[in-house]
């Protein structure tokens, strides 16, 4: 009897574990690329608000190599950010891709064209978004395609990328696009699509390997890849 009584508090034990493990309630912090950020996190955050009231979320801004650290050191459940290189000890989900395209001042030459080659910005100053990771990958596009870039201007922000560009002080490389010309300056820059055959970056949800995902971290990613879909089809009818 006595032993039929301790299996039932420890079935109860079990089930009780279980049910709050699934429960998706309490403190989840999320690490974003930075550039990212912007675009995903207020839309993110206000999506999982409404949806679960009772779960409190945080966020860490860092470039790609920060956001992984903060995963590896604990300070984060998961990360947001691109996928630049294989990352021992990490699972990632990617959940999006996005295409670089080409960024000019209103009045550049090309502003009105919708597409482009790179070739025909290669005697144009180049203005980088100068981050680790980031900065080798949209120099290696430029290589890829033959152009070694002129490389005028660079700066860790992407707003100040995109009001460098807009003032005229030469063209850029992005991946993400705000809904607006507009810039911090008031000038407006123009995004071109790119006709080379060029790589586009992935995004992805990433955790540590070695854990098992909660039913917090589950809940952010089914948000992000929403937010990601709903973001792709608009563009796609405009």
């Known amino acids: 009897r006595d032993s039929h009584r301790l299996f039932d508090a420890l079935s109860d034990t079990i089930e009780s574990i279980r049910a709050e493990q699934d429960e998706i309630r309490g403190t989840i912090t999320i690490a974003c690329f930075s550039t990212l950020a912007p675009f995903l996190l207020p839309q993110l955050l ?15 801004e860092s470039d790609h190599e920060g956001s992984i650290a903060a995963l590896r050191g604990g300070r984060a459940e998961v990360a947001i950010t691109y996928v630049f290189t294989e990352e021992e000890g990490i699972e990632r989900r990617i959940v999006g891709e996005f295409p670089p ?20 910005l290669a005697d144009d ?14 120099l290696g596009i430029l290589r890829q395609v033959g152009i070694a870039p002129k490389l005028k201007y660079r700066s860790s922000s992407y707003e100040t990328v995109r009001s460098m560009v807009a003032t005229g002080l030469g063209y850029s490389l992005l991946n993400q696009r705000p809904q607006i010309e507009d810039t911090y300056t008031g000038a407006h820059a123009v995004a071109l699509e ?5 790589p586009s970056l992935s995004i992805a949800i990433s955790s540590l ?30």
């Open 194 to 198: 790119i006709e080379d055959d060029v």
């Open 101 to 120: 395209h080409v960024l000019v001042h209103a009045e550049h030459a090309l502003a009105d064209r919708g597409r482009v080659s790179l070739a025909e």
């Open 46 to 60: 206000g999506r999982l608000q409404r949806q679960y009231p009772d779960l409190a979320v945080s966020t860490i």
């Open 125 to 138: 100053p180049f203005v980088l978004l100068d981050l680790p990771s980031s900065r080798d990958y949209f």
């Open 209 to 238: 390997a070695q854990t098992q995902r909660s039913a917090r971290a589950e809940a952010v990613e089914e948000a992000i890849r929403e937010l990601i879909g709903e973001a792709q089809r608009h563009r796609s009818a405009g």
